[in-house]
T-cell receptor, first 110, second 113 residues
């Protein structure tokens, strides 16, 4: 089993739709979790951290389920500009234990 | 504005040649990283540095070398020993105490001639 797994997609959704991605991780000792956004042929950008209590930033909500070992990202009212690849990142304790997922591609359609 | 500058954007390497990728940051971050991104794979850590004059190997350090003589600069050399260097190389930084990169440069695409 991979340390961090994401559905590669693509997820094709119409503007205004709500879409959710999951990211599963295998190391139960993992401590910190993050979502990044990466536009085509660009660098990743930190989108948000994921806390046990869940956190929200505008249209974006991130949640952590430790029992089932996954994190999720929910995007409400999708915009064309949300089209990108979303990477999950899991920190299992230190520089050499940070794992990037391969990403989920989102395409928002007019 | 603070950020990370990588150069060049595109680089071509001949057989047997060493090439150096530049990375400069003005964020006053202590930690700097080099990652490699290949299609269909997650970012993989090549080297990281927590402070000046100190750096550590990541998961795929073979065929690469780095230096950290100044806080702002963390150049990566891709040596001829790296047999499959074609990839997107990303430099990143974070404040000390965080192992997860906070900012990335806009990357260098390296190809073999």
């Amino acid at each position: 089993r991979k340390e961090v797994e994401q559905d590669p997609g693509p997820f094709n959704v119409p503007e205004g739709a709500t879409v959710a991605f999951n990211c599963t991780y295998s190391n139960s000792a993992s401590q910190s979790f993050f979502w990044y956004r990466q536009d085509c042929r660009k660098e990743p950008k930190l989108l948000m951290s994921v806390y046990s209590s869940g956190n929200e930033d505008g249209r974006f909500t991130a949640q952590l389920n430790r029992a089932s070992q996954y994190i999720s990202l929910l995007i409400r009212d999708s915009k064309l500009s949300d089209s990108a690849t979303y990477l999950c990142v899991v920190d299992s304790g230190g520089y050499q234990k940070v794992t990037f997922g391969t990403g989920t591609k989102l395409q928002v359609i007019p | 504005d603070g950020g990370i500058t990588q150069s060049p954007k595109y680089l071509f390497r001949k057989e047997g040649q060493n090439v150096t990728l530049s990375c400069e940051q003005n964020l006053n971050h202590d930690a700097m990283y080099w990652y490699r991104q290949d299609p269909g794979q997650g970012l993989r850590l090549i080297y990281y540095s927590q402070i000046v004059n100190d750096f550590q190997k990541g998961d795929i350090a073979e065929g690469y070398s780095v230096s950290r003589e100044k806080k702002e600069s963390f150049p990566l050399t891709v040596t001829s020993a790296q047999k499959n260097p074609t990839a997107f190389y990303l430099c990143a930084s974070s404040m000390l105490g965080g192992a997860v990169p906070q900012h990335f440069g806009d990357g260098t695409r390296l190809s073999i001639l």
